[in-house]
C-alpha cells in the first residue's frame, strides 16, 4: 500500500491547495513579521477491547489541527486551532 504525500493527505482531505496555503501565509506576513510558516496535524488512534473473544468495547480518537509560527528579531508569536480549513 503506497501512502500519500502529507501535502496531498491535507489537499484531498481538506482542500488546502497551493494558492490557499499562500493566502494564510500572506496574511501572517502583513503583521510586519520577518518569517512565518504554518504546522498540520492530523492522527488517529483506534482501539478495541475484546474480553473472552468478544468486541466489549470500540474506542476512535482523532487529533487535528494547523498553527502558524510568526518570528520578527527574537520573538515569536504562535496559534493554533484544532480546525483545519481554508478560513
Same mark, same amino acid.
Given at each position: ?5 502529507? *501535502? ?7 482542500? !488546502?491547495? $497551493? ?5 494564510? !501565509? ?5 503583521? *510586519?513579521?520577518?518569517?512565518? $510558516? ?6 488517529? +488512534? ?12 470500540? $474506542? *476512535?480518537?482523532?487529533? +487535528? ?5 510568526? +518570528?520578527?528579531?527574537? *520573538? +515569536? ?11
Amino acid at each position: 500500500m503506497t501512502l500519500p504525500s502529507a *501535502r496531498a493527505f491535507f489537499e484531498d482531505h481538506f482542500g !488546502l491547495d $497551493d494558492a490557499s496555503l499562500g493566502s494564510a !501565509l500572506d496574511a501572517a506576513l502583513e503583521r *510586519r513579521v520577518e518569517y512565518a $510558516d504554518l504546522f498540520f496535524e492530523y492522527t488517529h +488512534q483506534d482501539s478495541v477491547v475484546l474480553e473472552e473473544g468478544i468486541v466489549k468495547n470500540g $474506542d *476512535r480518537h482523532l487529533t +487535528q489541527g494547523v498553527g502558524v509560527r510568526t +518570528q520578527v528579531g527574537e *520573538r +515569536q508569536g504562535y496559534a493554533h486551532t484544532d480546525e483545519v480549513t481554508v478560513e
